[in-house]
């Protein structure tokens, strides 16, 4: 059983950055696709980024068109956190950011075993 605690989110103007954190225990990190997800007022949750590790030097990473180029996911195997650096935010980036963890890589919320309890970010405009 996983375990996942995020943390980080809060209040923001536009333009602003916040870096989320998530903190897992109770499994094999390393093993594990983990995604960030995020879901406004009215709206359904969606995907906004994964990132896995894989044999080689560097890791499998995919974001959607929404936060690409803003956004930038990052994991510490060491410490069993994986990061959401969020630069250039926008209000329509409002919403709660769950951390999520999956056997292999997926953009599908409903492939995802384990979630956090979510995180509010919210921007001003």
């Known amino acids: 059983q996983v375990q996942l605690v995020e943390s980080g989110g809060g209040l923001v103007q536009a333009g602003g950055s916040l870096r989320l954190s998530c903190a897992a225990s109770g499994g094999f990190f390393r093993n594990y696709a983990m995604a960030w997800f995020r879901q406004a007022p009215g709206k359904e949750r969606e995907f906004a980024a994964v990132?896995?590790?894989?044999?080689?030097?560097?890791?499998?990473?995919a974001y959607a068109d929404s936060v690409s180029g803003r956004f930038t996911i990052s994991r510490d195997n060491a410490r069993n956190t994986v990061y959401l650096q969020m630069n250039k935010l926008k209000p329509e980036d409002t919403a709660v950011y769950y951390c999520?963890?999956?056997?292999?890589?997926?953009?599908?919320?409903?492939?995802?075993?384990?979630w956090g309890q979510g995180t509010q970010v919210t921007v001003s405009s």
């Open positions: 999520a963890a999956a056997a292999a890589i997926t953009y599908r919320e409903a492939d995802y075993k384990y």
């Open positions: 990132i896995r590790s894989s044999d080689r030097s560097s890791d499998y990473i």
